[in-house]
């Protein structure tokens, strides 16, 4: 199993910045991509971006050119950094690890106010 638990959201200002991060336990070894996805209220879960141990990368059209997963291997962590926030990115944002099965964490709440 894989256990998955994310930090860094909060409230900012739309224009302001983000790093979300997302460590990993247990059956690390087993993980094929780790992924970022969110929830706004009364939507259904979306994509973000995704990211393979081989380094590839992809994003949804909606986040391309604001925000970049990343990872660092040594501390099973992936990362999220969003920046240029808009009031329409405020959700929980979800990672998820999938091996043959998916895992998710609990989620972190982004608020994108004024």
């Known amino acids: 199993q894989v256990q998955l638990v994310e930090s860094g959201g909060g409230l900012v200002q739309p224009g302001g910045s983000l790093r979300l991060s997302c460590a990993a336990s247990?059956?690390?070894?087993?993980?094929?991509?780790m992924s970022w996805y969110r929830q706004a209220p009364g939507k259904e879960r979306d994509f973000i971006a995704t990211?393979?141990?081989?380094?590839?990368?992809i994003y949804a059209d909606s986040v391309k050119g604001r925000f970049t997963i990343s990872r660092d291997n040594a501390k099973n962590t992936v990362y999220l950094q969003m920046n240029t926030l808009k009031p329409e990115d405020t959700a929980v944002y979800y990672c998820?690890?999938?091996?043959?099965?998916?895992?998710w964490g609990k989620g972190t709440l982004v608020t994108v106010s004024s």
């Open positions: 998820n690890a999938r091996t043959v099965v998916n895992y």
């Open positions: 247990g059956s690390v070894f087993a993980i094929n991509a």
């Open positions: 990211i393979t141990p081989g380094g590839t990368i």
